[in-house]
């Protein structure tokens, strides 16, 4: 089936890092995304990574793909207050039934305490 | 900001009545998702117009219908809208290069429905 699973609350403090984990089904996934949601906003993306890759970083955002596991993680460095808010990961399952569909988890909240 | 829009930003209605909501694509994007984020969880997906055509549609009832316009812009209708309507309402654009292409999504700000 189509599942997507997600730890629901990471607390941590400003200047440490968080590390969001994130388990998915659908091995045909070509790409995998994280996306960061404040509150009362739409999805902004954050970072995406394909899935012949096992690491993509980009400034304090690093991610690691476990395609054997299905396991993806979101590390983000130096972590500030107004990293504060909600992340998904969602994966992307080919084929023509799944035209368009992005299957997303039920989301991480992250908490940066000062 | 992705250059993606959407109205109105919230909305309230009654059970039974009907309701249309727009999106405004990027500039450049040919493809428009829609998804419904229920509280506390995360968005599932609706269905996806390409060049003005239903694309792929996820686990919803046919009450649910869109449009997409030549300009790529595009509406969600709901029809006989119930209490579990209730939802944060996004879409999302893309350049889609052909009828299954899976091409990366930016999110417009959502519209909140409330059905009472």
């Known amino acids: 089936g189509e599942d997507v699973e997600q730890s629901l609350f990471l607390s941590v403090r400003e200047g440490d890092s968080s590390v969001i984990n994130c388990t998915y089904t659908d091995s045909s996934s070509t790409y995998l995304y994280w996306y960061k949601q404040e509150p009362g906003a739409g999805l902004q993306l954050l970072t995406y990574i394909f899935s012949n890759m096992d690491m993509k970083q980009d400034q304090r955002l690093t991610v690691l793909l476990n395609k054997k596991d299905k396991h993806l993680s979101l590390r983000i460095a130096d972590t500030q207050t107004g990293d504060s808010a909600i992340y998904f990961c969602a994966e992307a399952p080919q084929g023509s039934s799944n035209t368009g569909k992005l299957i997303f988890g039920q989301g991480t909240t992250l908490q940066v305490k000062p | 900001e992705t250059g993606v829009t959407q109205s109105p930003t919230h909305l309230i209605k009654t059970r039974g009545q009907q309701v249309t909501l727009r999106c405004s694509s990027q500039?450049?994007?040919?493809?428009v998702s829609w998804y419904q984020q229920a509280l506390g969880q995360g968005p599932q997906f609706i269905f996806q117009?390409?060049?003005?055509?239903?694309?792929g549609r996820g686990n919803f009832p046919p009450r649910f219908s869109g449009l997409q316009f030549p300009n790529y812009s595009s509406e969600l209708n709901v029809n006989a809208l119930e209490l579990d309507d209730s939802a944060l309402y996004l879409c999302a654009s893309s350049l889609g290069t052909s009828g299954a292409s899976q091409e990366t999504q930016y999110f417009g700000p959502g519209t909140r429905l409330l059905v009472l």
């Open positions: 117009y390409y060049r003005e055509e239903e694309n």
């Open positions: 500039s450049g994007h040919n493809t």
